[in-house]
């Protein structure tokens, strides 16, 4: 399970694993509850491109949010993985 320490949100850390390019589990670490089951229930099964894709550059505070710091983490666990 690859894990990403969040930058300007209430959630502190995400922890996710990728199997055949789709989101297979992702939870988040502090942040509000509700929402952020909402973000893994729609999210897990998904091919994570279209993830990216759709929750980039979503604004919250700090210009960032909880689905944006979801899609950099998939960011870089695809540069990681083409290393």
């Known amino acids: 399970m690859a894990i990403y320490h969040t930058?300007?949100?209430c959630s502190r850390e995400i922890y996710f694993s990728?199997?055949?390019n789709k989101l297979k589990d992702v939870k988040?670490?502090?942040?509000?509850s509700g929402n952020l089951q909402g973000i893994s229930r729609l999210?897990?099964?998904k091919d994570i491109d279209e993830i990216i894709g759709t929750l980039k550059g979503?604004?919250?505070r700090n210009n960032t949010s909880c689905p944006?710091?979801?899609a950099l983490a998939l960011e870089e666990y695809k540069r990681n993985e083409n290393k």
Request: net charge negative; glycine share 20%; aromatic share 4%.
């Open 7 to 9: 930058k300007g949100t």
């Open 18 to 20: 990728v199997e055949d």
């Open 28 to 32: 988040f670490m502090g942040g509000c």
């Open 43 to 45: 999210t897990i099964g």
């Open 58 to 60: 979503i604004k919250c």
């Open 68 to 70: 944006d710091q979801l």
